[in-house]
């Protein structure tokens, strides 16, 4: 069966009570719809174990920034995961982030950069007939739009943005400079040649004058383009220095990031190879350059095996004194020698498939209080769960005694204690030796079916099996039945919350579990 | 109370779940670096505080972990440091054993932890960044967990939900896994540093407690992960391991680096209710008995493997 509802880790490992109404409602197919909802609302508590927190865009955007930037690009992508991880993103964020994460070809800045250039070498095109000088100019946005293919660097748009200003100042210059007196001598030439040859060319006088006149207009009008565009550039350069300076923000925080990033892992750095063992943890011995180490620059891991022996690293905080002989040990093994005391051991099992013996005794019947309400159906009636190993029970053996400062605390304990202890005694100083914590009955032997149950969890429960306290050969004999039971009792676990308990179970111990499944309820 | 010394450095003390006096000890030689194992398992003597060896396997590189079967009371399973995992039947001759050699991980196996709900099947966390799910009757895993950034440390099976685990690693997070699922449910990022153990509440199946190199231990309920329920401190070193006790809701043991087995009581102000220096070495392993109450285990660096009643002093007679 499957639930309706998105966040559906399946509800069949929740074996509480509660269970058995969204149990219920799931298998009515037609109202599985209507009670999507209530079912959903009653079976979220019982998948306690998985992240139901709607994703928070402002992870999401951190996480972004993050992973945009260059250097973290570079890095392997688990060690991307696994600081998101550390931040506390879950893995929705961190996918979400992941999947946000634009191109890197198509970044903003060069993009807008590009087009600036263009914009600036379509401009300087159009004077650039009168006008010989703005070759350079062309040639300054161009040479940045070639930038575009390369990693963009802050002091690029510096530079970018300084040759613009200069190419923009020099080009007013130039043409206040050199192209204006140009026109102005060639418009006196051309004066004096008209009153040279005012007699001959008369008519041709106003047209030359005229077309003097036109081109000065031209010259005028390129020259104001020139202005206009430099102009522009002006404004946008003004412009790029805003977002450049928006830009060095983000940077800023981004460097943070990567500085609590790059120490975090320098603290679990100069780790050990893939063959060394590595105590990693803790122990502060530093090993010399010689054997392994992990660097973590720019997010990539160098791992140099050396050596065969283990090396460790440093720990976070202070260092535990090391045994002297582990220091010994260890430089001998950066020194390259092995120590002496090893043999060679063969460990392989002379026979791979022989097959394991026949328990002796059942799983002890241990009691988790109310826990095992649903598990603990398997509640041996007959409780002897005493198999001692010992034949003499006319001694409680030592591990038994406690003294009365113990037995006081538990009091203490007990009275802090907020559930049931079911059917736990303290008083008694040897305490009765029924006993804590009980998973339910499972099958001496590992069957198939066992395996089963894990590969398949939603097995169907098979025929209930009576576990007797058994003897060693009843054991043996009910091997399939007891994994069956195994089956049923998880099944029963999960569906019905263990309430029908048949045969085998004494009375009082029903009862028992009644109570503590009741209280449990409760709780 | 006894003490069992080992010949090489003890890793982990796990109780059987089965007989009351029978435990299962993890040593690596020369501190695990480089060289030999062997798992130990050891009986105490009812009448007098002896401890005796019941049985021992060696391996070829060091035993970090060790686990029982909840469902065969003869089995175990040894974490190895090559990458391997052996299993051991005790009722069958030394010479049959190990019965199995499962070798998958690329790195070493740091834990193990047998589901105690379903008994037929365990998880290894390894330092190769995963996590496997295995049967006895299986030669190959059944499941692979691969989404930490670094070592996994520590496995622990959720005591109510037969499929939900918990993992902690040395990317400073938890995970929190459903077999049923391909990947995790959730991440809590506990802590800043390296997350070395993880262990449910026996009696609270949301409440998660999480052991870091930050010499910290912090408790956490999953409905509620962004802020911890509590937080202990008072180790001097790394917290190494931690165990919620199966017969007190609020009490959890743990052994740190600074050498002491200190109890907790989380829900009091001053959670610090006990503490043991025993060990003149890291303490690394720890382990409180499902069959007795009170009982509790420790073994370290010192190569000394102490079982105690709580409120007792270790060391005395």
């Known amino acids: ?523 | 109370m006894p003490v069992f010394k080992t010949p090489f450095n003890g890793y982990s003390v796990r109780f059987s779940p089965f007989y009351e006096s029978r435990l299962a000890v993890a040593t690596a030689q020369n501190f695990g670096i480089l060289g030999n194992g062997r798992v130990h398992v050891i009986d105490l003597s009812p009448s007098s505080p002896v401890i005796n060896e019941l049985i021992a396997f060696d391996t070829a590189d060091g035993v970090y972990d060790v686990a029982w079967s909840e469902s065969h009371d003869s089995v175990l399973v040894a974490a190895v440091a090559d990458g391997s995992m052996k299993v051991y039947d005790t009722a069958l001759p030394p010479q049959a054993n190990p019965v199995r050699s499962l070798k998958e991980h690329a790195r070493e196996v740091h834990g193990l932890d047998y589901n105690p709900t379903r008994r037929d099947s365990f998880l290894s966390a390894s330092w190769d960044d995963s996590v496997k799910l295995w049967t006895l009757d299986r030669p190959a895993s059944l499941r692979t967990f691969r989404e930490h950034a670094y070592c996994v440390y520590s496995v622990a099976w959720n005591p109510k939900h037969a499929d939900v685990f918990a993992s902690a690693s040395g990317d400073c997070t938890v995970r929190i896994w459903d077999v049923r699922e391909p990947g995790s449910t959730m991440i809590i990022p506990g802590h800043e540093h390296e997350i070395l153990s993880c262990d449910w509440n026996k009696y609270d199946e949301c409440l998660i407690a999480t052991a870091s190199v930050d010499k910290s231990i912090k408790i956490w309920d999953v409905r509620n992960y962004r802020v911890p329920v509590s937080a202990l401190n008072g180790h001097g070193y790394a917290v190494r391991k931690i165990k919620f006790s199966p017969h007190r809701r609020n009490l959890l043991v743990s052994c740190s680096y600074d050498m002491t087995v200190c109890l907790w009581d989380f829900m009091v102000e001053d959670a610090l209710v006990g503490r043991y220096d025993h060990h003149t070495e890291f303490a690394v392993g720890v382990d409180l008995s499902v069959l007795v109450d009170g009982l509790m285990a420790s073994t370290g660096w010192d190569e000394l493997v102490y079982v105690w009643q709580q409120g007792m002093d270790p060391r005395t007679a």
Not at chain 1, 247 to 261: G, P, R, Y
Not at chain 1, 283 to 309: F, I, M, P, W
């Open chain 1, 1 to 523: 069966m499957t639930m309706t509802q998105s966040p559906s880790p399946p509800n069949s490992n929740d074996d509480k009570p509660q269970a058995v109404s969204a149990e219920v409602a799931q298998e009515a197919n037609q109202a599985q719809q209507d009670v999507g909802a209530e079912a959903a609302k009653q079976s979220v508590p019982a998948s306690v174990f998985v992240n139901s927190e709607p994703i928070r865009e402002d992870q999401v955007s951190n996480a972004v920034k993050f992973l945009s930037h260059p250097k973290v690009r570079g890095s392997p992508v688990i060690y991307r995961r696994s600081f998101l991880e550390r931040k506390g993103l879950t893995k929705e964020e961190i996918d979400e982030a992941f999947r946000r994460v634009p191109d890197p070809t198509s970044s903003s800045k060069p993009a807008s950069l590009n087009q600036d250039g263009q914009a600036k070498s379509s401009s300087n095109v159009q004077t650039q007939a009168p006008i010989q000088t703005p070759q350079p100019v062309a040639v300054a946005p161009t040479g940045i739009a070639s930038l575009e293919g390369r990693q963009f660097h802050w002091y690029h748009a510096v530079s970018a943005v300084g040759l613009l200003a200069a190419s923009g100042c020099g080009t007013a210059l130039l043409i206040k400079k050199v192209i204006i007196p140009k026109l102005k001598l060639w418009v006196r030439k051309v004066v004096l040649e008209e009153e040279n040859d005012y007699a001959k060319k008369i008519d041709a006088k106003p047209s030359l004058a005229e077309e003097a006149a036109a081109a000065a207009k031209a010259a005028a009008a390129a020259a104001s383009d020139v202005a206009k565009a430099s102009q522009e550039m002006l404004n946008s350069k003004n412009e790029e220095r805003r977002r450049f300076e928006e830009f060095m923000s983000l940077m800023d925080a981004q460097v943070q990031e990567m500085k609590s990033m790059s120490n975090s892992i320098r603290k679990l750095g100069g780790q050990a190879s893939s063959s060394g063992r590595v105590f990693s943890d803790h122990d502060d011995h530093r090993v010399s350059a010689s054997s392994t180490k992990q660097s973590y620059a720019n997010g990539k891991v160098d791992v140099n095996v050396q050596l065969e022996g283990r090396s460790s690293t440093p720990p976070a905080s202070a260092e535990p004194p090391h045994p002297k002989s582990y220091m010994e040990i260890m430089e001998m093994i950066q020194r390259g020698e092995k120590p002496s005391n090893i043999r060679e051991v063969n460990d392989m099992p002379p026979n791979p498939n022989q097959p394991l013996s026949n328990p002796l005794i059942a799983p002890r019947t241990k009691v988790l209080q109310s826990q095992t309400s649903a598990e603990g159906l398997n509640q041996n009636g007959q409780d002897d769960g005493l198999n001692y190993l010992l034949d003499d029970e006319s001694s409680t053996p030592w591990w038994q005694r406690k003294n009365v400062r113990i037995t006081e605390i538990e009091n203490e304990d007990e009275v802090k204690d907020t559930g049931p202890y079911g059917v736990r005694t303290n008083e008694q100083p040897p305490p009765p030796i029924q006993r804590t914590w009980v998973p339910p009955r499972p099958p001496p032997v590992a069957m198939p079916e066992a395996a089963e149950a894990i590969r398949r969890p939603k097995s169907t429960p098979k025929e209930t099996a009576t576990q007797e306290q058994s003897a060693d050969g009843q054991s043996a004999a009910h091997p399939s039945e007891v994994t069956d039971e195994l089956q049923r009792i998880t099944k029963m676990s999960e569906s019905v919350g263990a309430l029908e308990m048949n045969g085998g179970f004494s009375t009082g111990n029903s009862a028992v579990i009644q109570e503590q499944e009741n209280s449990y309820g409760e709780n």
